[in-house]
């Protein structure tokens, strides 16, 4: 993929990850794992690309795990992702409620993508 103009390491391993389901890719070259790395491993620096992989290879062959185990810790850390100090809160604007208010509620738009294995009512497999 890298030899595909525009596509550097980092992406090719974020789509190897999530969108080829690849277990053990590996996005070295992302700041949010860098810097997870450095703060739960107790490192002096962020480590670089090639020292975030070598880290990483005791966590073969899951270290697409680890990588999410990373994000998350990354995101509890820096409190990302919604997670707040116990002494802020969020507070709305008036029209933000007003909107929400009025709105109908949301409903999921799924359409099965098959028949499920249990058979209907009434009709059994031979």
Same mark, same amino acid.
């Given at each position: 993929?890298?030899?595909?103009?525009?596509i550097g390491p980092w992406t090719a391993d974020i789509y190897l990850?999530?969108?080829?389901?690849?277990? +053990?890719? =590996?996005?070295?070259? +992302?700041?949010?794992?860098?810097?997870?790395?450095?703060?739960?491993?107790? &490192? +002096?620096?962020?480590?670089?690309?090639?020292?975030?992989? $070598?880290?990483?290879? @005791? =966590?073969?062959?899951?270290?697409?795990?680890?990588?999410?185990?990373? =994000?998350?810790?990354?995101? $509890?850390?820096? @409190? @990302?992702?919604?997670? &707040?100090? +116990?002494?802020?809160?969020?507070?709305?604007?008036?029209?933000?409620?007003?909107?929400? $208010?009025?709105?109908?509620?949301?409903?999921?738009?799924?359409?099965?993508?098959?028949?499920?294995?249990?058979?209907?009512?009434?009709?059994?497999?031979?």
């Amino acid at each position: 993929m890298t030899a595909l103009h525009g596509i550097g390491p980092w992406t090719a391993d974020i789509y190897l990850l999530f969108c080829l389901g690849h277990g +053990d890719a =590996w996005p070295g070259g +992302d700041l949010a794992v860098q810097e997870a790395m450095r703060i739960g491993l107790n &490192l +002096d620096a962020r480590p670089t690309p090639k020292q975030a992989t $070598a880290l990483a290879e @005791r =966590w073969r062959p899951w270290r697409g795990a680890a990588a999410h185990l990373w =994000w998350a810790y990354y995101h $509890a850390v820096k @409190r @990302r992702e919604g997670i &707040l100090p +116990d002494n802020t809160a969020r507070t709305e604007s008036k029209a933000v409620r007003s909107v929400r $208010a009025g709105a109908p509620p949301v409903q999921a738009r799924v359409k099965p993508t098959g028949k499920p294995h249990a058979t209907q009512r009434g009709q059994r497999k031979k």
